[in-house]
């Protein structure tokens, strides 16, 4: 089955946007696209405005990373610097679409990046195209499902071999199964095809991300893409699709916690910090975000535009992937410049851009029925 990653969303309007570069975009209207956590006073709570990671004393086991491993992450970090370009980049589910955009937008600004699929083919056909536009020492591909364990295992190998470490590691392999029907009617192949995707693979590829960065000197930054359900609101005909991208998030928080701008009160939002596992595992090293490029033009979206309503919504909102990828990775590579070590949630469709662009074009529409 085709792996894509795609997006439907309209989110809701923020208090403020997590990201603070902007960087101006396009503007192309596609048809179609066994006991609690002990608090102590801490020295970096001055900082917790900004959302800092809070260094804490915790009664709580290692668990499944070695103690040998996180004592070399806590060494590595005393002092975060700016990383410096270029970054070595590792994109799932980027031989097409949204992956494949994001990696040309990387290579143009001089990185390194590892493209692959659960398609051979597509991946030869994908590099060989990038290679003869930004040379043959820049990017790389190898087949890779990420719902198997042991691909994602030699994906990392290959990575390694290829690159030496990773930077920024974006999750982005995901499917639909390229259905749109109402869960009554859906297949149990179509609905395994989905979760296993969305869900198993999303949580194979972080755990193993974090496992490789926990030892590398730069540590490293991993960026899961949301969809269409990500923000809770109703998916109908691709309700299993939306279910598992609303556990993107919920997969994020548990493992890095939330900036504190999420919240208005401090002390929940120090909460949430604080029981997030890798702050409770005190790695320091590796942090976990969100991307969310909003609704994007690709073969998944466009067919299921079948309705006038989702016809409607993908003539305004829509935007190509190279789009998306032109604001998206700006961004993602200023938190590396920044030396940033906070979570972050970047968004390319905010609420107040979608909601200003809907009614724009409903006034446009009466204005021309008059």
């Known amino acids: 089955m085709a792996t894509v990653s795609t997006s439907l969303l309209i989110p809701s309007p923020s208090p403020s946007s997590l990201s603070k570069t902007k960087t101006k975009t396009k503007s192309h209207h596609a048809f179609y696209s066994s006991s609690p956590p002990i608090f102590q006073k801490n020295p970096f709570l001055h900082h917790f405005h900004s959302c800092r990671f809070l260094?804490?004393?915790?009664?709580?086991?290692?668990?499944?990373?070695?103690?040998?491993?996180?004592?070399?992450?806590?060494?590595?970090?005393?002092?975060r610097q700016p990383t410096l370009p270029p970054y070595n980049v590792l994109i799932t589910g980027s031989s097409k679409g949204m992956g494949?955009?994001?990696?040309?937008?990387?290579?143009?600004a001089s990185d390194n990046v590892v493209i692959c699929s659960r398609s051979a083919?597509?991946?030869?056909?994908?590099?060989?195209?990038?290679?003869?536009?930004?040379?043959e020492q820049h990017v790389w591909g190898t087949k890779c499902d990420v719902r198997e364990g042991q691909?994602?295992?030699?994906?990392?190998?290959?990575?390694?071999?290829?690159?030496?470490?990773?930077?920024?590691?974006?999750?982005?392999?995901?499917?639909?199964?390229?259905?749109?029907?109402?869960l009554a009617e859906a297949s149990d192949e179509d609905l395994i095809e989905v979760v296993t995707t969305n869900t198993l693979g999303l949580m194979i590829c972080c755990r193993e991300a974090i496992k490789m960065?926990?030892?590398?000197?730069?540590g490293g930054h991993i960026f899961n893409i949301d969809g269409a359900g990500s923000d809770g609101r109703p998916t109908p005909r691709f309700a299993a699709y939306g279910a598992t991208k609303r556990s993107v998030v919920h997969l994020t928080k548990s493992l890095q916690g939330t900036c504190s701008r999420t919240f208005f009160n401090p002390v929940i939002a120090r909460l949430f910090i604080l029981q997030a596992e890798l702050r409770m595992q005190d790695v320091k090293n590796?942090?976990?975000?969100?991307?969310?490029?909003?609704?994007?033009?690709?073969?998944?979206l466009m067919s299921g535009a079948t309705t006038k309503q989702a016809k409607f919504f993908i003539n305004v909102l829509a935007e190509p992937a190279e789009v998306v990828a032109e604001y998206l990775v700006p961004n993602i590579r200023s938190i590396m410049a920044n030396g940033s070590m906070k979570p972050t949630y970047i968004r390319f469709l905010t609420g107040l851009k979608a909601y200003t662009q809907i009614f724009s074009e409903m006034k446009l529409g009466s204005l021309d029925r008059k």
Do not use: C
Request: without cysteine; aromatic residues 8%; neutral net charge.
């Open 55 to 79: 260094s804490i004393s915790s009664q709580f086991p290692v668990g499944g990373l070695s103690s040998s491993s996180v004592v070399r992450a806590q060494a590595s970090v005393a002092e």
């Open 121 to 135: 083919e597509r991946v030869e056909s994908a590099v060989q195209s990038l290679r003869e536009e930004f040379g």
């Open 286 to 300: 590796v942090v976990v975000h969100n991307l969310s490029p909003g609704m994007v033009t690709t073969d998944l």
């Open 151 to 182: 691909d994602v295992k030699n994906l990392v190998a290959f990575a390694q071999r290829n690159l030496g470490h990773v930077d920024i590691w974006i999750n982005n392999a995901g499917s639909n199964a390229y259905s749109y029907k109402p």
């Open 213 to 218: 960065m926990l030892n590398q000197p730069r």
């Open 100 to 108: 494949y955009a994001l990696a040309k937008e990387f290579l143009k």
